[in-house]
């Protein structure tokens, strides 16, 4: 085994670029998942509910959304939040776990797209 030494400054220097590097991966990983937009069917099959449903929650006032050239779509935070309101127990882990799915399945819908190319 070899021993290297170097000065304090260098250490210094290595360490904090290191925890530079950490710290831009945490918020790699942080990245939020609020502002991506999804259409009716990719929400209806996220909370397993009916197109119907979606359009009563909608007229309702119960979910925000954005009509555009008659498409509807809804982000990530606006689900999370009709989540929240409506919870019985408000688990941060089902969010999670909403995210988690919902991550998967775009990424799949990404890959099969690409796929198709």
């Known amino acids: 085994m070899k021993i290297i030494t170097i000065e304090e400054e260098a250490w210094k220097q290595l360490n904090s670029r ?3 590097i950490a710290d831009y991966l945490k918020r790699l990983d942080d990245t939020s998942y609020d502002d991506l937009w999804l259409n009716n069917h990719e929400v209806c099959q996220y ?7 979606l359009w009563r929650m909608r007229t309702k006032g ?7 050239y ?14 929240n ?3 019985v127990q408000s688990s941060d882990e089902y969010v999670a776990e909403l995210i988690a799915k ?13 796929d198709k190319k």
Not at 102 to 114: A, N
């Open 18 to 20: 290191i925890n530079a």
């Open 47 to 53: 909370l397993h509910i009916s197109e119907k449903t």
């Open 62 to 68: 119960e979910i925000t959304y954005s009509k555009i």
């Open 70 to 83: 008659g498409q509807y779509f809804y982000t990530i935070g606006a689900i999370k939040d009709v989540l």
């Open 85 to 87: 309101a409506n919870a």
């Open 102 to 114: 919902g991550k998967s399945y775009i990424e799949k819908g990404r890959k099969l797209k690409s």
